[in-house]
């Protein structure tokens, strides 16, 4: 059996030094009952609120857009246009991505970019064989 390597046999054992032992980090400016983790970053309820309704509207608008007939294509480009303002505002404010690190904004931009693309070309690729799709009524002769 193998033996715990030194470094690790005080921790794993619980007996681990004071010395090792990291300071806590104490605010000199917080006050008694004032608790900041670091982690996260509190919004404005007025700020998601008005996200909310920024979305209620939309949600509207796109069942409002299925009403007007103006081609398939140009509807589902502006179902889908619709659906990628909504996106973008539930990760920007509910998933606090306009707060956190530029790294993360990027990696959620390319993501989004890489969907629309394949969209995009699924979208072209139908197009093509549409008449292929349609279905025919065959004559019982």
Not at 31 to 43: E, F, N, P, R
């Amino acid at each position: 059996m193998r033996s715990t390597p030194s470094v690790f046999r005080d921790q794993v054992s619980g007996n681990e030094p004071d010395d090792h032992r990291p300071e806590p980090i104490v605010d000199p400016h917080a006050s008694v009952g004032d608790v900041h983790h670091g982690l996260a970053h509190a919004v404005s309820p007025l700020i998601l609120v008005g996200v909310f309704a920024i979305l209620m509207v939309l949600t509207v608008l796109t069942v409002a857009a299925t009403k007007i007939d103006l081609g398939y294509n140009v509807n589902l480009i502006i179902a889908l246009s619709i659906a990628l303002v909504k996106a973008v505002l539930v990760v920007a404010y509910f998933m606090h991505l306009r707060y956190d690190s530029l790294f993360y904004t990027v990696i959620v931009g390319l993501s989004l970019l890489f969907i629309v693309l394949f969209i995009a070309f699924t979208i072209i690729d139908t197009g093509q064989y549409s008449p292929i799709l349609i279905p025919t009524k065959i004559d019982p002769a």
